[in-house]
């Protein structure tokens, strides 16, 4: 710590500090207008300039290191002379657009000239009057309001690991633009508007749509993945305007992704549902809340008397609130008397869990939002984490920043593979051969801790099971070469500290429970701790749907159960989940669907899966309700009612409240606080029961559901894009400018074989059935592997796929043909 | 070995081959064996000579005759008269001004002898292509002797101790600056070597690096040229091929155990480029714009690792000190400020070149002694020392000392060793005013000071120029101008303003006679000047009306001519020419009252004439 003075007030600060910072820190203000907390100084702007005893130059505060009895004054006549200064030159060219600028009442530059700057200007000059810059979507530039402080470079290529965007031609002419003025191309995550200090770089959504006095803000969660974001919402006459993060709050600490900053607006899509529908005559027809809740408690009584509880099964939703689900599971084990409940989990982070219990005897492991910052050794594995978990991502590219390796292991290039210390171009699925080869490695060369590993039940069914895995057969099953395997087992084990980080989508069909089995091998090889395996819950509430246990506890039918075998239920109950578009194998699915005699759905809009049912309750959305999520770091945390509810919708746990009631079950709940007192309840007592205090090693085999063939040569994987979530992002008029579209990824040497051209519509077939969709024709996949996204209806791409059976890899082999 | 009886040195620098150094060599060549002399008579390329204005120079050894702009038609008179009758061709030979006398022996000749060579001591001497006559004269001793007998503290203790100070401007103490950058801890360290111009043989660029890298530990050094002339490109690829053919650059140098990689670094013409950061961004392929500092590269460089920048000339002056010492170094030049420095004469002087003096020498000195004085007609006015962003000093302080501690003291700086001489055609405000357009054109554009106020300053020395201007906009450029320098990030901004601040300080009445007389005297701002003739000094001799591009010079035969102003472009020629004094420079004011008292005159003819009829 070192102690040193600015304008007359001791303060105390870390070595390597800087004057500003030490200053803020203290509540002094330095005006600034190119800095930013998560970035190196630039020292563009010379407004921080401060005057230092003993020195006779002005120093830049913001990039001037403390010393030990440093004097600073920061309001000395020379310094305030030479702000006028500067912000005198900065005003002569910056246009008078105040009446007509979205920034005005939060300019940077309108405060620091109130406060610091002349009144008259000594010098003219001409306005710019230059084009602005429209041609992208979400993100519009207008140069002449731009003050090149340069915040929105930096945090595109430090911060986010991107670099979209640059300072172009140079002196007086500078502007920002992507390379060649290109129309802008890039992630669309809009922290370049954030961090923007005047209104030259704006959100399209936001153009002109309010005065700042007019709007107020609250904080929220956001409601797409994982992370726990908290975005702050800008509200006027009950319609959310635009979304922001905002420094200091939340675990994102101010940043956000494209979904958090632009995906808000599908809550107002036209598709919302306004009135419950039940099917008369083949066609679902409006009806009245007391018709519909009679229908279903009348349905699903009769059919559970008929045919008994068991034939009766519900899908929860891991976007509902905690509240929702508890409401649900407790409708469907106290009212209808099933265990069988599940969700889209099972696909996804339901194998991670297992892998959990089975390794290390936890029922939960949440990730730690600091992991990777605390990691000198970051081991990706078959994971775009910084498309299904942006913000936390960028912890990821910052531990790099800091020295940390990071060592990225996928069959694509993802953005965390750009940013990486070391890219190992697997082969698709085979993520789990290299987790088992690198333990092969480590043990045959002793790196492995002994001690630790002795202590671990199964010792040796791994080692046993590792000869499946020498270098040379995991050589030929990753594709890469022994050498790189022992190196970069070598490196893991010689690390300081270690992390892995898998992701667990159900849209993922690259991974089985034998990867996260293989990486929890690992760990316990290295004797580390549970919390080395990262594994993120995906969506804004999978991990607390998961404790609140939406899943059979007892012998309950899970998804695959009661999708994908003869053991369809008679009657089904699905709150907010759409199998027929995100679930594997849709034919399945939809042939299972149409044998339910009574299906009951409840949505936000009329999904595909709802077009089946034969009843459809309509419920609330986030931000229309209270409500609280679990994020994938275990945080509880609530969302508020911050709009009127659209006509006609109802909560989802009000909707089961009543249905409960209808069907003469009693389960104590009148208002949200019964709920929520029930719910605090229930998690004392059920977590942390099942608790298998053991260690143990996993065997592991690599096994791939399908192999290609000539006849069907590529493999298929699937994947998000950072810009969509689910099936539910969709709906974003914002998001859908962005990424508008089904498509499929195939590397240039397959297109020219195949006679496929870019931005054409390909035939896509696999064993299981053909789709159309547009081939993006890049380098940025390899020969022999295509990639597509599952989010569009339309798209159906999952009728191509596998359902992921617990061991195997569903990796799809399909045949591509010029449509 | 071949004994030759003459050796013909031509100037290989850049100056003289663009004016045909390599064309005289094959002429003279073939010239040779055509009267098979070629046993006899050897003729090379040799570095720079510094005589540049007065090229192509060819020095005949063992003569010592130097000939002054030589041309492709005086190569055969040169081998018949002097080569086989041994007469030194008289029209050749430098002319001392005033003087009809030549003088042939280039140690008679004062611009030469009054230098003190050390970093060019090899000047006109050696082929800049040969790495054999660079070992010759003594070449990579130093390095031999640095690697092989000496540790790296040892080396920073000669250095440091010699006092040598960095020569590219900032003058910062280069053994202090080595000695920072070798006590940081790093996995690797970089070297590098920052210049346009390169002055000196690329060997004596490649010892003196070599030296510098071991000192620090730098296991990688770079040549960072920063301009498009190809022939600097490819002379520096010739000597580092030669270098590593000759082990003198690669692995385990000499046997000594130490690694050192050496590269050229080519970058596009960026004025910007030449401070530091703004370099070492460039090596990073990022855009050229400096960064703020702290951190300093010896500490945080390229790639975030210790890297010693130093120019061509500081590593120029190395390997003598390794050779000779600390002392040997101190031997010449002041306490604070020892050693030599290189600078570039130019401007109204009659010799102008590149020339190296002992530092704490007098501008005065600089100026008479070796610049051989103001050339016949012009008097002096200001000299512009530290080249396009120095200062302009006065003739009041011409005995300044020319060191690093006293330029600053006159808001100017040693910089790129560019010392020009103005006269009275030259215009104080128009010089400043050429400053800042330079400055705003090479501005790189990150910070509002440099990038905005140059323009601002531009356009107010524009509206002084065209005569638009008030007294308040003097004080306005004054007050701006140090803001300006005060803020500043980096070098560009900060010493683009000298020119402004120096002349407002010194020859304010310029501005001033500018902005309310509308008048300048030098004739350079076409805007506020009257060329007229002196009906009493003029003999009517028709010179000036020769050289008048739009003829507007009119008069009978020896009687007094006359300028019709509506046609004159005041581009100054006839004023040039006129040798009797005759052709005057007015305020612009008087065009208007010479075209109404020509008119006025030519109506009362018309009207006498009317009246005599």
Not at chain 2, 7 to 34: F, H, P, V, W, Y
Request: aromatic share 8%; hydrophobic share 40%; glycine share 8%.
């Amino acid at each position: 710590m070192i102690e040193l003075t600015i304008n007359d007030k001791t303060i105390q600060t870390t070595e390597d500090s800087t004057i500003l910072k030490a200053a803020l820190g203290a509540d002094i203000y330095i005006p600034n207008l190119c800095y930013d907390r998560r970035l190196r100084p630039f020292g563009a702007c010379r407004l921080c300039v401060v005057e230092v005893e003993g020195e006779n130059k002005l120093l830049a505060a913001c990039s001037t290191p403390v010393k030990q009895g440093m004097v600073v004054h920061t309001e000395t006549p020379k310094v305030i002379k030479a702000r006028k200064t500067v912000l005198e030159l900065l005003l002569i060219h910056h246009p008078l657009d105040c009446p007509i600028c979205d920034k005005a009442g939060e300019c940077e530059l309108q405060d620091l000239v109130f406060k610091y700057g002349a009144s008259t200007n000594r010098f003219k000059g001409e306005r710019r009057h230059e084009p602005e810059r429209l041609d992208a979507p979400i993100v519009e530039y207008n140069p002449n309001r731009c003050v090149l402080c340069g915040r929105c470079i930096r945090i595109c290529l430090e911060h986010q690991g991107v670099g979209a965007i640059s300072f172009i031609d140079k002196g007086i002419k500078t502007r920002i633009s992507p390379a060649f003025y290109e129309p802008l191309d890039c992630e669309f995550c809009g922290q370049c508007i954030d961090t923007c200090p005047v209104g030259a770089l704006g959100s399209k959504p936001y153009r002109h749509a309010s005065r700042t006095w007019y709007m107020e803000d609250h904080p929220i969660i956001c409601p797409f993945c994982g992370c726990g974001c908290t975005t702050n919402l800008s509200i006027r006459e009950g319609r959310i305007v635009r979304a922001r993060g905002k420094e200091g709050v939340g675990i994102n600490n101010g940043d956000l992704c494209s979904k958090g900053r632009f995906g808000f607006d599908y809550i107002v899509s036209e598709n919302r549902l306004k009135t419950p529908l039940i099917r008369k005559d083949g066609q679902l027809r409006p009806v009245s809340w007391s018709e519909a809740i009679q229908t279903v408690a009348k349905r699903l009584t009769e059919i559970g008397d008929k045919y008994g509880a068991f034939s009766i099964g519900a899908i929860g939703s891991q976007r509902c609130t905690l509240e929702d689900n508890f409401m649900f599971q407790r409708l469907m084990r106290e009212v209808v008397r099933t265990d069988n409940i599940d969700s889209a989990a099972r696909f996804g982070y339901a194998k991670a869990q297992t892998a959990f219990e089975w390794a290390f005897g936890l029922e939960s492991l949440p990730i730690r939002w600091d992991a990777p910052l605390k990691a000198d050794y970051i081991l990706v594995v078959e994971s775009d984490i910084t498309s299904t978990m942006p913000v936390w991502g960028l912890n990821f590219i910052l531990a790099k920043y800091y020295g940390s390796q990071l060592v990225v292991a996928d069959s694509r290039e993802t953005k965390l593979a750009r940013n990486s210390t070391n890219y190992l171009k697997i082969r698709p699925s085979s993520g789990l051969a290299l987790l088992g080869g690198m333990a092969h490695v480590i043990y045959h060369e002793g790196l492995y801790n002994k001690e630790a590993a002795s202590e671990v039940h199964n010792f040796d069914a791994l080692i046993a099971s590792l000869n499946e895995f020498t270098p040379a057969k995991t050589s030929l099953l990753t594709g890469l070469t022994e050498e790189q395997i022992r190196e970069a087992a070598r490196s893991y084990a010689s690390a300081k500290s270690r992390l892995i980080a898998i992701t667990s989508g159900y849209a993922e069909n690259t991974k089985s429970l034998y990867t996260f089995l293989a990486a929890a091998n690992l760990v316990l090889l290295m004797g580390d701790r549970p919390e080395t395996l990262q594994v993120p819950a995906e969506f804004c509430n999978t991990l607390g749907m998961w404790d609140i246990t939406i899943r059979p506890l007892v012998n309950g039918k899970d998804c695959y159960d009661m999708l994908y075998t003869q053991d369809t239920p008679r009657a089904m109950y699905i709150m907010g989940e759409n199998p027929l578009v995100t679930f594997p194998d849709i034919s399945t699915v939809e042939r299972a669907l149409k044998k339910v005699e009574f299906l009951v759905v409840q949505d936000i809009y009329l999904t595909d899966t709802a077009k089946l049912a034969h009843v459809v309750l309509p419920a609330s959305s986030w931000a229309e309700k209270e409500g609280t999520f679990k994020s994938a770091t275990g945080d509880l945390q609530r969302i508020n009612k911050l709009l009127p509810a659209p006509e006609g919708t109802r909560p989802d746990w009000e909707i089961i409240r009543d249905i409960a009631e209808a069907m003469g079950g009693n389960l104590k709940v009148r208002d949200l606080s019964d709920v929520r007192l029930q719910m605090e309840e229930y998690f004392r007592d059920v977590l942390g029961k099942h608790i298998r205090t053991r260690l143990a090693f996993n065997p592991i085999r690599y096994e791939l559901m399908d192999h290609t063939d000539s006849e069907y040569p590529l493999y298929l994987v699937t994947e998000t894009v950072l810009q969509h979530s689910g099936s539910l992002s969709v709906l974003s008029k914002n998001l859908d400018s962005v990424v508008p579209e089904p498509y499929i990824q195939i590397n240039l040497a397959d297109a020219e074989r195949l006679g496929v051209k870019h931005d054409y519509f390909v035939k896509v077939s696999s064993r299981k059935g053909s789709v159309f969709l547009k081939a993006i024709v890049t380098d940025e996949v390899e020969e022999g592997t295509v990639f597509a996204h599952t989010h569009f209806s339309y798209g159906k791409v999952n009728i191509l796929t596998y359902p992921s059976v617990v061991s195997m890899l569903p990796l799809v082999p399909v045949k591509i043909e010029p449509a | 070995m071949e004994n030759y009886r003459a050796n013909i040195m031509l100037c290989g620098g850049t100056g003289c081959t663009a004016g045909g150094s390599l064309k005289i060599r094959e002429a003279m060549q073939q010239g040779i064996r055509d009267k098979g002399l070629e046993g006899e008579i050897n003729i090379q390329l040799t570095t720079c000579s510094g005589f540049c204005p007065q090229g192509p120079i060819m020095i005949v050894y063992p003569d010592n005759v130097l000939y002054q702009k030589v041309s492709l038609k005086d190569v055969p008179l040169i081998i018949e008269e002097h080569l086989i009758k041994g007469r030194p061709v008289e029209r050749l030979l430098y002319k001392e001004p005033a003087k009809k006398q030549g003088i042939p022996g280039i140690k008679d000749i004062p611009f030469f002898n009054r230098q003190v060579l050390r970093a060019l001591r090899n000047k006109g001497l050696i082929d800049p292509d040969s790495i054999d006559e660079y070992i010759a004269r003594d070449g990579y001793q130093a390095a031999a002797k640095a690697l092989l007998e000496m540790t790296p503290e040892e080396i920073i203790k000669v250095v440091k101790d010699s006092g040598l100070r960095g020569r590219g401007g900032a003058g910062m103490l280069t053994g202090l600056k080595w000695e920072r950058a070798a006590s940081v801890k790093a996995p690797e360290k970089f070297i590098i070597c920052n210049r346009s111009i390169i002055e000196v043989e690329p060997h004596l660029i490649i010892e003196g690096m070599i030296i510098g890298a071991r000192a620090i530990g730098a296991s990688q050094g770079y040549i960072y040229v920063r301009t498009g002339a190809p022939i600097i490109i490819e002379r520096l690829n010739r000597a580092l091929q030669q270098a590593r053919e000759y082990g003198l650059i690669g692995e385990n140098i000499l046997d000594s155990g130490f690694d050192f990689e050496l590269e050229l670094f080519a970058s596009s013409d960026e004025f910007v480029c030449g401070e530091e950061t703004a370099l070492l961004m460039s090596i990073q392929s990022m855009r050229g714009m400096p960064m703020p500092r702290p951190p300093f590269p010896v500490e945080k460089g390229l790639w975030d690792m210790p890297t010693v920048i130093n120019t061509v000339e500081t590593f120029a002056n190395i390997p003598q000190i390794i050779l000779n010492g600390a002392e040997w170094f101190r031997s010449v030049g002041t306490e604070k400020s020892p050693g030599t420095k290189i600078f570039n004469l130019s401007g109204a002087l009659n010799n102008t070149g590149l020339i190296e003096v002992p530092m704490g020498i007098t501008l005065r000195s600089i100026i008479n002694d070796i610049g051989g004085g103001l050339i016949k007609g012009r008097t002096f006015k200001a000299v512009q020392v530290g080249g396009s962003t120095g200062g302009y000093i006065p003739e009041q302080y011409l005995d300044m000392p020319v060191t690093y501690e006293d330029v600053t003291q006159m808001d100017a700086i040693i910089g790129s060793g560019g010392i020009a001489v103005l006269s009275d055609l030259n215009c104080m405000v128009s010089s400043a005013r050429f400053t800042i357009e330079f400055a705003v054109d090479e501005s790189c554009g990150k910070c509002p000071p440099c990038r905005i106020g140059t323009s601002v300053i531009l356009d107010l020395l524009n509206k002084v120029v065209n005569g638009t201007a008030t007294e308040e906009d003097i004080y306005l450029m004054e007050d701006l101008a140090l803001d300006i320098k005060n803020t500043s990030l980096c070098g560009l901004g900060q010493t683009a303003m000298n020119p402004v601040l120096s002349t407002i300080r010194f020859f304010k009445d310029e501005y001033l006679e500018h902005i309310n007389e509308k008048w300048c005297k030098a004739g350079v701002c076409k805007e506020l000047c009257t060329f007229y003739i002196d009906k009493e000094k003029c003999i009517g001799c028709g010179a000036c009306a020769r050289v008048c591009p739009k003829k507007a010079i009119s008069g009978e035969k020896k009687k007094p001519h006359h300028i019709d102003q509506s046609l004159c472009i005041q581009c100054r020629s006839c004023y040039e020419t006129c040798k009797f004094n005759a052709l005057k420079i007015g305020p612009r004011s008087m065009r208007e009252e010479l075209t109404d008292n020509e008119a006025a005159a030519y109506i009362k003819g018309a009207i006498k004439e009317v009246v005599q009829q």
